[in-house]
T-cell receptor, first 110, second 111 residues
Framework: EAQVTQNPRYLITVTGKKLTVTCSQN?????MSWYRQDPGLGLRQIYY???????DKGDVPEGYKVSRKEKRNFPLILESPSPNQTSLYFC?????????FGPGTRLTVT | KQEVTQIPAALSVPEGENLVLNCSFT??????LQWFRQDPGKGLTSLLL?????REQTSGRLNASLDKSSGRSTLYIAASQPGDSATYLC??????????FGKGTRLHILP
């Protein structure tokens, strides 16, 4: 089954404790993205990658890092999380402009 | 920079009515445009993908149109049902660039 998986689905952490949210797709798509979704602000792209070892900033990249060492995986790294990064995060992969979304990760930073 | 606007921001209509949701974008050099629905606290479900060379796409009671030159797309929902209640999002794509979403239209179908 074609899918995008994210882990963990829920995470509560404390300020400053490094964390990684994993994203994996099994469709061999080249383009992958990370988004955050906040009430009143909608979905905003954090980073995107058009292929292995190619990453670019989206609209809100500050405080985040990504890597793309292999086509299927696109982890999101928060080196020093802060409360303003509390949000719902989505990973997506894209083929031919059609986006396929993961189920989301709800992150709370206290 | 691409800007995407969805009007109205919220809409309540009685069951059975036909309705139109609007999406406008400032950069018309798009490759395609995708419509999604999102239920509260849930992920995004793709509804329709319309390529820049197409004028319309249909799926069941849903019809999406695209007027690239004027930077507009509409999502038409026929014979609305309570199960259609959700937030509807549009996302035009410029192919080699970041993807910008509209803030969505929150739709409530009254039984």
């Amino acid at each position: 089954e074609a899918q995008v998986t994210q882990n963990p689905r829920y995470l509560i952490t404390v300020t400053g404790k490094k964390l990684t949210v994993t994203c994996s797709q099994n469709m061999n798509h080249e383009y992958m993205s990370w988004y955050r979704q906040d009430p009143g602000l909608g979905l905003r792209q954090i980073y995107y990658s058009m292929n292995v070892e190619v990453t670019d900033k989206g609209d809100v990249p500050e405080g985040y890092k990504v890597s793309r060492k292999e086509k299927r995986n696109f982890p999101l790294i928060l080196e020093s999380p802060s409360p303003n990064q509390t949000s719902l995060y989505f990973c997506a992969s894209t083929y031919g402009g059609e986006q396929y979304f993961g189920p989301g990760t709800r992150l709370t930073v206290t | 920079k691409q800007e995407v606007t969805q009007i109205p921001a919220a809409l309540s209509v009685p069951e059975g009515e036909n309705l139109v949701l609007n999406c406008s974008f400032t950069d018309s050099a798009i490759y395609n445009l995708q419509w999604f629905r999102q239920d509260p606290g849930k992920g995004l479900t793709s509804l329709l993908l319309i390529q820049s060379s197409q004028r319309e796409q249909t799926s069941g009671r849903l019809n999406a149109s695209l007027d690239k030159s004027s930077g507009r797309s509409t999502l038409y929902i026929a014979a609305s049902q309570p199960g259609d209640s959700a937030t509807y999002l549009c996302a035009p794509w410029n192919r080699d660039d970041k993807i910008i979403f509209g803030k969505g239209t929150r739709l409530h179908i009254l039984p």
